[in-house]
């Protein structure tokens, strides 16, 4: 079991460890919560609607770009779907795949901010996952969905802790404060681990390469994401926590 790291013994090591996925019963509640949804969710769309009734669903929930072009008039819809199109998966395989990144990026992160903090730091990022796609693809009628953008924003918070997980409360949670800017770009270990899933997304994304995935992957949505939690980890940390 390891001890909690201090602020300055993080900023003086180069190499992260990366983070050990929480056994399934050990899951924070929150993190269960949106598993739960996730899957229960795409068991319905796969067994319970039939295809008109799924496409329909996808033009309520899902996140389309085209709806904010100034083409249609807004709906409430427009205004839920930057959410909810987080909850919908493109297949078994998106859903199983992000389900286990967001286990093991997630549960540090809703053990170190609480389950409040954890949903509006899941609901922000996926925002601003949308928000750059949305900048990107203004007229793009494809109905974009899954809970990637969300997830890439907690690496990116995952990253500005330098991947370092306290145990010693028996809960798994990012320890030490947040650290510097700087002190992430001169950490071999994070800075490794990020280039290595930079280029996987900009491939998967680009030449369509995501074996058991329905479409391509929105490369765009993670990035907006990610900067989303690197920058903004401050906002939602707790400031009362001693490392």
Known sequence: MSE???????????????????????????????????????????????????????????????RYSGRYDLDVYAFTSPF?????HGGLAHLLINMVWLAAFGSPLANRYGALRFALFFGATGLAAVALFFALHPLEQTPLVGASGAISGMMGAAARYGFRVDRSSGHAAFAGAPLPIGAVLRSRGV???????????????????????????????HIGGFVAGFFGVRVFDRRDRTP
């Open 191 to 221: 800075m490794t681990f990020l280039g290595v899933w930079m280029v996987i997304n900009l491939v998967t994304g680009l030449v369509g390469f995501a074996p058991g995935i329905d479409g391509q992957i929105a490369w765009e949505a």
């Open 84 to 88: 909810t199109y987080a909850f919908l």
């Open 4 to 66: 909690p790291v201090s602020p300055s013994e993080i900023e003086q090591t180069d190499d992260a460890p990366e983070p050990r996925r929480e056994p399934m019963f050990n899951l924070p509640p929150v993190v269960l919560a949106v598993i739960g949804i996730c899957v229960v969710v795409h068991l319905i769309r796969v067994y319970a609607l039939t295809d008109d009734q799924d496409f329909a669903l996808l033009v309520r929930a899902a996140f389309i770009p085209v």
